[in-house]
């Protein structure tokens, strides 16, 4: 038997609501961290706005076939098509319907009683006020003598394509090995956004609704002037349309020499990929090629170096390691477009995000225990992003592309296994470490409607912390019988924790704006999240049934039912207050999402 050919496939789909963060000043309102703005009461029943489906066939075949003594091929093609949407409430030269929107909150009212009246409807739970009014909403579109809608779900859908494949060779020489192959990518992405539910309304004319003044300057605001002021019914495309291909051709070589007690491995990998942009919309804004049809291709040349040491001690009990590594890759493919929704301009940024690690093990390995120590370094630099939000001083849309972003990580990771006997077991983890920016960044704020710089400025980001915790920590103990019972229970602990930073706001173009430090602190202090303990249980039973073994298991996730916030992220928007006659900038609330308090699942897996 010198061949065995493998053959794969899956066919997964998935529906589910989501949450969507809000703010502290609404949590505290409701008194409920699980408080969900995205939601409201339509004919006595919960209406989502929010909800992700998921269709996502892929398969796989591997070949493998031994050429000579010393080399064997191993061939690889997958193939993965998905179809994805997110709905969301949208809506046309019309207010804002998000319950938490700043502007609905009492902390935005100056007059007492206007604050008090907002206050007591939250604490009255008025679900017309701290959920979405669905009725009121289809009353306003119902209104509209010629059906246009104000208000409506939509849905951003995102088709993909992925396939690829590749021929690696392993050659053995006695001591010496060679991996070496070549591997093949490709990736494309249709973006479009599709008309979900018009919430009682006739239809919806297909204009840029924020484009500003564009009732007295329309000027700008089709979305698509080769279908100008097209009519959208339900099931309709919309707003945008467009495809981001990316295609790579990678080769690698790895060689392996061994020795007595060891071996040591060195790698070079070298990559060429080509992207571009092809837009099925042509924008009033970014007329003919601006948006319509495919963009200047980018080229980038993407390279990884390694090196790695291991050598045992002892009949193999003990080992060292060490591991240095140097890689460029690609920036990620919505960071090469300044506004890839409707516009084929590049945003310039580095070529390649660029990062070197390091990193040196020990291990222990016995009949009942095991030991590994791991301390690392990483740094990346070079990394590019692009957003997109309202700028209240400029008072437009905005583009921002974010470039030199550098990262540092470094910590020490252990992790143990031990066996107390046939039936009791524990794993045990532990991370400490930092994770940080470095430097200053550039950033480049360009208005979206025409690209016109609006400012070119820097934000210093040293000591600025990225969101994953300084410290964490796991460990469990397992029981497993004889007769297919089993039963865990595990504790979880996370340190120094931050929000997500805004960069923008910690710029010289924001901070410049402060005259004291009790102003500037406001905007570049970064908030700590509280730490965090939970613990999990879980009890399974496996059966035998014939040929086949149903393994039925009961999770019951956060056990104590902690509440903690699980993402904190910081808002770009600022309030302008004048203060004696000058802008003294504050900074919108964060966006927090709470973890579940306590989560039972159950589940049973068939196998076969």
């Not at 994770?435 to 600025?464: C, S, V």
Request: glycine fraction near 6%; charged fraction near 20%; proline fraction near 3%.
């Amino acid at each position: 038997n010198r061949g065995t050919l493998t053959l794969i496939g899956i066919l997964p789909w998935s529906e589910r609501g989501l949450r969507q963060a809000s703010v502290d000043e609404a949590f505290v309102l409701t008194g409920n961290s699980l408080y969900n703005p995205a939601w409201g009461m339509i004919d006595g029943r919960p209406r989502t706005s929010r909800v992700a489906t998921a269709l996502t066939p892929e398969a796989l075949v591997s070949w493998r076939h031994r050429l000579t003594t010393n080399t064997t091929m191993y061939a690889v093609a997958n193939l993965r098509f998905s179809a994805e949407g997110f709905t969301s409430l949208g809506w046309y030269d019309a207010p804002t319907p998000s319950p938490d929107n700043y502007r609905h909150l009492p902390s935005y009212f100056d007059e007492e009683s206007a604050e008090q009246a907002v206050v007591q409807s939250w604490h009255n739970n008025d679900l017309r006020y701290t959920q979405i009014d669905w009725q009121r909403l289809i009353d306003i579109n119902r209104s509209n003598r010629h059906g246009e809608a104000h208000y409506a779900i939509e849905s951003r859908c995102v088709n993909l394509t992925r396939g690829g494949g590749g021929i690696r060779l392993v050659s053995d020489f006695g001591r010496l090995r060679f991996d070496y192959g070549a591997l093949f990518d490709y990736h494309s992405e249709r973006n479009f956004k599709r008309m979900h539910n018009l919430l009682g309304a006739d239809h919806l004319t297909d204009i840029d609704y924020f484009v500003d003044d564009y009732k007295t300057y329309t000027k700008g605001n089709q979305n698509d002037l080769r279908n100008p002021d097209r009519t959208i019914r339900r099931g309709d495309r919309f707003g945008y349309d467009y495809r981001i291909t990316r295609w790579r051709t990678t080769l690698y070589t790895n060689m392996i020499w061994h020795y007595n007690t060891g071996h040591i491995t060195a790698g070079v990998k070298v990559a060429s990929s080509k992207s571009h942009r092809r837009g099925y919309y042509e924008k009033e804004l970014f007329a003919e090629a601006g948006s319509y049809g495919r963009s200047r291709s980018i080229v980038h040349n993407p390279y990884s170096l390694l090196v790695a040491w291991e050598h045992h001690i002892g009949e193999h009990r003990h080992s060292l390691g060490a591991r240095m590594a140097l890689q460029g890759e690609e920036q990620s493919l919505d960071a090469l477009f300044v506004q890839e929704l409707y516009n084929n301009r590049l945003s310039g940024l580095s070529p390649l995000v660029k990062t070197f690690g390091a990193e040196a093990h020990y291990t222990y390995s016995s009949a009942r225990f095991r030991l590994l120590a791991t301390l690392y370094t990483l740094l990346r630099y070079d990394i590019g992003e692009v957003s997109h939000h309202y700028d209240d001083l400029a008072r437009e849309y905005v583009d921002v592309i974010m470039d030199d972003i550098q990262q540092l990580h470094y910590g020490l990771e252990v992790a143990a296994e031990i066996q107390y006997s046939r039936r009791f077991a524990s794993q045990f983890a532990l991370r400490i470490g930092q994770h940080t920016y470095r430097g200053e960044a550039r950033l480049t704020l360009l208005a979206d409607d025409d690209n016109a710089t609006i400012a070119t400025t820097h934000a210093a980001l040293r000591g600025l912390r990225l969101a994953p915790p300084a410290i964490a920590l796991y460990g469990n103990v397992t029981y497993r019988s004889l007769n297919g019972w089993g039963a865990q229970i595990a504790l979880r602990y996370l340190g120094m924790r931050y929000a997500e930073p805004s960069l923008l706001r910690r710029s010289d173009y924001i901070t410049t704006l402060c005259t004291t430090y009790a102003e500037r602190d406001i905007l570049t202090a970064q908030r700590r999240l509280p730490d965090v303990v939970t613990i999990d249980a879980s009890i399974s039973k496996r059966l035998k049934i014939a040929k086949t073994t149903l393994l039925v298991a009961l999770n019951v996730e956060n056990l104590l039912g902690t509440r903690y916030i699980m993402q904190a992220i910081e808002s770009d928007r600022m309030y302008l207050n004048n203060i004696a006659g000058r802008i003294a900038p504050t900074p919108h609330a964060d966006r927090l999402l709470y973890d579940y308090p306590q989560s039972i699942r159950l589940s049973a897996t068939l196998y076969f």
